[in-house]
């Protein structure tokens, strides 16, 4: 049996996929992928998730190696800035 952050982890790596597999490399997220994921998946989480600057400046600071894609460990990145900011606001309340 799994635990609670098993469970989790599994569908933080299960949405990834649901993206990834759309255009390109099926295990990379394209910016149009990355998009997506944003707009539906973290729509109360993250700001201008509707302006296109915004969302291509993302893109270029997840995309370390320049490839055009994002993999799954710059993914991480955005996560894990996502999920510190949540952390601290959970204090503020």
Same mark, same amino acid.
Not at 44 to 55: F, M, V, W
Not at 85 to 92: F, G, L, V, W
């Given at each position: 049996?799994? %635990? /609670?952050?098993?469970?989790?982890?599994?569908?933080?790596?299960?949405?990834?996929? =649901?993206?990834?597999? =759309?255009?390109?490399?099926?295990?990379?997220?394209?910016?149009?992928?990355?998009? $997506?994921? #944003? %707009?539906?998946?973290?729509?109360?989480?993250? =700001?201008? /998730?509707?302006?296109?600057?915004? #969302?291509?400046?993302?893109? $270029?600071?997840?995309? *370390?190696? =320049?490839?055009? $894609?994002?993999?799954?460990?710059?993914?991480? #990145?955005?996560? *894990?800035?996502?999920?510190?900011? *949540?952390?601290?606001? #959970?204090?503020?309340?």
């Amino acid at each position: 049996m799994s %635990t /609670t952050l098993e469970d989790y982890m599994e569908g933080i790596i299960n949405v990834f996929h =649901r993206y990834s597999v =759309r255009v390109g490399h099926f295990d990379t997220l394209s910016k149009g992928e990355l998009k $997506q994921l #944003i %707009t539906k998946e973290l729509p109360n989480t993250l =700001r201008n /998730t509707k302006d296109p600057a915004s #969302i291509d400046k993302l893109f $270029q600071e997840l995309d *370390a190696d =320049r490839d055009g $894609q994002v993999d799954f460990r710059e993914f991480l #990145i955005l996560l *894990a800035r996502v999920l510190e900011t *949540a952390h601290e606001n #959970i204090h503020k309340e």
